[in-house]
C-alpha cells in the first residue's frame, strides 16, 4: 500500500487485479484561528498569519479554474517527487488518482481556499478564459 498527501487529504492506495484502488482516504481539518500558520491550499506553500493571506478565493472559482483546465502543478510535482523518494516506480498511474481525487476534493469543498501569489496567478489564467 502506498500513501499519498495531497494538500488536505491524505489517500491509500493499492495496487489490485483490477489496478489501482483507493483503499482509504483521510481528510485533514486544518484549524483556523488566527494564530494559525497559513499554507497555500493549492501548492502547500506558507504563507503566513490568517490575516497576512492576500488571496482568498472562493470554491466556485476553483471549480471554474479547474473546468477551465487548471491542474496544481506544484502540487502535482511535489506529490511525484514523494512516490519517486517512495521509491515508486511508475509513478504516472497514481498520479492519475492524485489528480482525480484532488478534483473531487476541489468538488466538495465549499470553504474558501487560501492562495500563495504563484498560484493565485496560475489560477487567474484560467478563469479569464471564461
Ligand atoms: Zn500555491
Redesign the pocket.
Known amino acids: 500500500m502506498t500513501r499519498i498527501d495531497v494538500p488536505s487529504e491524505t489517500l491509500v492506495v493499492e495496487i489490485g487485479k483490477d489496478g489501482l484502488n483507493i483503499v482509504e482516504t483521510f481528510m485533514q481539518m486544518s484549524g483556523m484561528d488566527d494564530s494559525a500558520q497559513v499554507?497555500?491550499?493549492?501548492?502547500?506553500?506558507p504563507?503566513g498569519k490568517m490575516k497576512d493571506v492576500k488571496h482568498i478565493e472562493s470554491p466556485e472559482t476553483i471549480t471554474i479554474a479547474v473546468r477551465n483546465g487548471f491542474k496544481?502543478e506544484?502540487?502535482l510535482k511535489a506529490t511525484e517527487d514523494m512516490l519517486k523518494g517512495q521509491g515508486e516506480k511508475n509513478p504516472d498511474d497514481l498520479m492519475e488518482i492524485v489528480f482525480e481525487s484532488w478534483k473531487s476534493i476541489v468538488d466538495k469543498s465549499e470553504t474558501p481556499w487560501a492562495?500563495?501569489?504563484?498560484?493565485?496567478k496560475s489560477i487567474q489564467i484560467y478563469i479569464k478564459k471564461r
Open positions: 499554507i497555500c491550499d493549492i501548492c502547500s506553500k504563507l496544481p506544484q502540487m492562495l500563495c501569489e504563484d498560484c493565485y
